[in-house]
């Protein structure tokens, strides 16, 4: 799946990094404060939901959403018997291409920005292929393991930042945010020991799939430096998903074989395949949708302690709709290496606060 951006609005020109400041301050006409009976008019006629609710509602489908997509994808891959996750990305990917495409250019929830270069274009390609590469680990992962080892091992994604930020730009952190990472890395030594179904296939993939998801928002922070380059997280999903969907398809085919004609024949025999397929696509999609609507209606320091959580309850729904086994020393190893996400964010936090 996609990693969720945050964006600001400077006049018209929606930005993907958060930590974007203006150059040069821009002077606004800033309308007068409507009236009270204008407010109430208004309130009336757009909405019969109250702002909080509305949010609440927003963070709900989020919650929803993340884990469902998880579900949907260990049902498919290990209970199902559809052992086809390459193909199974591209379906994401045609889904996300399909979607965004109609909430941009009809829908209109955030303004169509295009690509202005070639040069642009194949830093886009570059972030498609390590994307590409995260998404199918983590698919392929899962069936191998169980979702809450999945959620333990993909917890550990401030790690791999921290290691390629230091690699690729030579970025050094301080040392209260690297001594944060300890309890990250020891927690999930822990659930990895002590986890029953463990299998070594799966657990190297999933590793594969979290340094991606790191590599990829280092490289990202890289390449789209440039602020006419910046794209909104929902138009760089618009060009990232077909881009992906063309490298999957040759690479599903070689690999998983002829997994269209199986598939067709499989929906003959099972129509309820159809559905699993278009459901777990669509779901995909609405993980990239509300990933932007909690940020716009929250902040992105929410979507991240809402991910914290969110690989808490995954692991825990998991484990009661799947009955996988756990152990004390598991549930151990994965609490510390959350405490430890926790400590790193706030770490992280307090050394920008300083910095400034």
Not at 153 to 164: L, R
Not at 174 to 197: C, D, H, K, Q, R
Not at 275 to 300: D, E, M, P, Q, W
Request: glycine residues 4%; aromatic residues 12%; charged residues 10%.
């Amino acid at each position: 799946m996609v990693e969720a951006q945050t964006w600001t609005r400077r006049m018209s020109n929606p930005r993907l990094d958060s930590t974007f400041t203006a150059a040069d301050d821009q002077v606004l006409d800033i309308p007068a404060t409507p009236t009270a009976e204008l407010k109430n008019s208004t309130y009336a006629v757009g909405s019969t939901l109250s702002p909080n609710l509305v949010t609440a509602l927003i963070i709900a489908s989020w919650f929803m959403s993340n884990i469902g997509v998880l579900l949907l994808n260990k049902y498919l891959l290990s209970f199902y018997g559809y052992r086809y996750p390459i193909f199974l990305t591209m379906l994401h990917m045609l889904s996300c291409a399909s979607y965004s495409y109609v909430a941009i250019n009809f829908l209109e929830i955030v303004p169509r920005q295009h690509i202005l270069s070639r040069k642009q274009f194949f830093k886009i390609l570059a972030l498609c292929i390590i994307f590409c590469f995260s998404v199918v680990c983590g698919n392929t992962s899962l069936r191998y393991i169980p979702v809450s080892f999945n959620q333990a091992i993909g917890a550990t994604t401030p790690f791999f930042t921290a290691i390629f930020a230091f690699l690729i730009t030579c970025k050094k952190e301080s040392a209260e945010v690297y001594f944060a990472l300890l309890p990250v890395v020891f927690g999930i030594v822990l659930a990895t020991n002590s986890e029953p179904l463990f299998n070594f296939f799966g657990f190297l993939v999933c590793i594969g799939s979290t340094s991606g998801r790191a590599l990829k928002s280092v490289v990202q922070g890289i390449l789209l430096t440039n602020e006419a380059e910046k794209l909104h997280s929902m138009n760089l999903l618009l060009y990232m998903a077909p881009m992906a969907a063309m490298i999957l398809l040759p690479l599903s085919l070689y690999i998983e074989g002829n997994v269209a004609r199986v598939t067709a024949e499989k929906a003959r025999t099972d129509s309820f395949i159809i559905f699993l397929l278009i459901g777990n696509a669509t779901v995909a999609y609405l993980v990239n949708l509300t990933n932007f609507l909690v940020t716009k209606h929250t902040s992105a320091l929410t979507l991240q302690v809402l991910g914290n959580a969110k690989a808490a309850l995954a692991a825990f729904v998991s484990v009661l709709v799947f009955r996988n086994p756990v152990t004390v020393m598991g549930i151990t190893g994965f609490a510390v290496t959350v405490m430890g996400v926790v400590l790193y964010s706030e770490a992280k936090k307090r050394s920008k606060v300083t910095a400034h």
